[in-house]
């Protein structure tokens, strides 16, 4: 299952990769990485219908992970349409009834419980 | 029938007009009570004169005149220290004698009423009329005389009064201005110590802008240290587990202490991100010690840039804009003093967010806020540019922003301080420049421009 992540933060790469270090090695899943909105939306086009999931952080300088979000839910990408986690530390319930307006498909607060998160991404069924 | 003898009326005349040319009832009163009642026997005399006549009564008469002259004589040399009188005096005493001599020889002969005679009485007239004369001018001239001392004498009053008034004017004027100027003194002491309390206020409020932006910016390098550490203790216990295999997996091994490694580096790497961005926030609301050190200006921009980006978006969570950091890298670190040049930064890149804010408020099709920071080595000066796509300023704006207390903020929201103390941290804590250039409706430029040596 392929796992967009699109945060600012560099070192989000190294932390994914040791957490799900496992799951990568069993091929369970396979992680991209992306700094910006609108590396995601590049990178979304560039591989169509790769992408399962995208897990994006909120606060990001340029495109912010809600204009991702709504590019993601309204554009018209190859099917089929990847699900979208919001992951954010501004975990406040006006962000929270925005991303989910826009069609969020979950929404985790930062900092990010792995378990959890773990167990939600076993939950989506691999197509 | 008797005769109009005028010896004693002519005296008393005389008497009068010498009594007021000399001024006998002011400078001797004593003789003047005499002199005043002299009229009586006089008037006894004329009556007499008149009813009886006779040589008795004539010679009674110019004894009466004689009497007068020898008052008048006596008069004169009492007062002989006021000149007149003296030659009044000496102009009556050969008239007066003559005629004493005349009044005692008359009963006894007739000798005296000759024309030699005549001759004399012509020639002691005369004296006594140059006499009177000589002492009339005298007493004109020494009156002249007293009336100029006098008038120079009141005029001198009149300049000490008015010397006098001058000098009490000017001490009031003097008491009154040192009054103002202790006022001013005291007034200027509330002044500083307001201007002190304000620019206080003015760090707390920005301190305040930048709590929430710094409240984000410690939050991600914690959770990465907490991150990094819990996978470090996953990745432990997987080393360990490896260990214990019969046939261990040196490559995966390997793997794993590299990954270790790398994980300590990061934890070290966000833990002293998180204690810089506190050291700032210290540094920050701390009153400024003023002190300068070696301050890598990059490195303030991009914190403060950010710091600044996290606070405006703490409040307004649906606000986004680019960041365009155009930092020249390799730049010399100068001789700053950190607290107060961030400050500095901070409110520029407060201002730049609220422009572009506002500009994005009013809806415009397209527009993508943008807040940029440029730094680069200009001759030897370094400078900072940090630029906003915002609202802009008409000239009129941009002429009074480094103003004390100029605002064009809602009441509230801005002291009017923050530009003017920047201003005031880089022209004179710094020895550089602050300069804004802004166009109306397109955005704004605030040049920084400080010595790199």
């Known amino acids: ?127 | 029938m008797g005769q109009l003898y005028m010896g004693a009326p002519t005296a008393i005349g005389l008497m009068y007009w010498g009594r007021k040319a000399l001024d006998i009832p002011t400078r001797l009163p004593q003789w003047d009570r005499w002199l005043t009642r002299l009229w009586r026997p006089a008037l006894v005399i004329m009556v007499l004169g008149v009813v009886i006549g006779g040589a008795v009564i004539n010679w009674h008469d110019d004894l009466f005149m004689a009497v007068v002259l020898c008052a008048g004589i006596a008069i004169g040399w009492e007062l002989r220290a006021y000149r007149p009188a003296l030659w009044m005096a000496v102009g009556l005493v050969p008239g007066t004698s003559l005629l004493v001599l005349e009044l005692l020889l008359r009963p006894f002969t007739r000798v005296l009423e000759t024309g030699a005679v005549d001759n004399i009485e012509g020639l002691v007239l005369c004296w006594a009329g140059a006499f009177l004369l000589v002492a009339r001018s005298i007493a004109k001239n020494q009156q002249a005389d007293v009336a100029a001392r006098q008038a120079a004498e009141q005029e001198q009053r009149t300049l000490e009064t008015q010397s006098q008034t001058l000098e009490y004017e000017v001490n009031q004027r003097t008491a009154a201005l040192s009054r103002q100027t202790d006022e001013l003194r005291a007034t200027l002491a509330e002044l500083q110590a307001t201007q002190d309390q304000l620019i206080q206020s003015e760090k707390m409020a920005s301190l305040g802008e930048l709590t929430a932006g710094i409240a984000h910016e410690i939050q991600n390098p914690l959770n990465f240290v907490n991150n990094f550490a819990d996978v470090s203790v996953e990745l432990v216990a997987e080393l360990a587990e490896e260990r214990a295999r019969p046939t261990r997996d040196h490559t995966l091994e390997a793997e794993l202490l590299a990954d270790l490694k790398q994980n300590l580096a990061r934890i070290a790497q966000h833990g002293g991100r998180a204690a810089g961005i506190v050291r700032g926030m210290l540094e920050h609301s701390r009153a400024s010690t003023g002190e300068r050190q070696l301050t890598d200006v990059n490195a303030l921009a991009d914190e403060y840039l950010r710091l600044a980006y996290h606070g405006l978006r703490a409040k307004d969570k649906s606000f986004n804009a680019t960041l365009k950091p155009g930092l020249t890298p390799g730049l010399p670190s100068i001789q700053a003093v950190p607290g107060d040049l961030g400050r500095v930064l901070l409110n520029l890149f407060t201002n730049a967010f609220y422009a572009v804010q506002k500009r994005q408020q009013g809806g415009e099709p397209g527009y993508a806020p943008t807040v940029g920071v440029r730094t680069e080595l200009a001759a030897d000066k370094l400078k900072i540019v940090v630029s906003d796509n915002g609202t802009g300023m008409p000239a009129t704006v941009q002429a009074r922003i480094f103003q004390p207390f100029f605002t064009t903020k809602p009441s509230g929201e801005g002291t009017g301080l923050g530009l003017s103390l920047a201003h005031d941290i880089i022209v004179q804590g710094h020895s550089g420049t602050l300069t804004v250039e802004s166009q109306e409706g397109q955005g704004t430029e605030f040049t920084i421009l400080l010595p790199a040596h």
């Open chain 1, 1 to 127: 299952m392929k796992i967009l992540v699109v945060d600012d933060e560099p070192d989000v790469r190294l932390l994914f990769e040791q957490r799900f270090r496992r799951e990568i090695r069993s091929g369970e899943f396979a992680f991209s990485f992306a700094y910006s909105g609108e590396e995601a939306l590049t990178f979304l086009r560039e591989h169509p219908s790769e992408v399962v999931l995208i897990l994006s952080d909120i606060n990001m300088p340029g495109m912010s992970g809600l204009e991702l979000l709504r590019h993601v839910k309204q554009d018209p990408l190859p099917p089929p349409p990847p699900l979208v986690m919001m992951l954010t530390a501004y975990g406040d319930t006006e962000t929270h009834a925005q991303a989910m307006q826009l069609g969020a498909n979950d929404f985790l607060t930062k900092p990010v419980d792995f378990a959890a998160l773990k167990e939600k991404l076993h939950a989506i069924p691999s197509l």
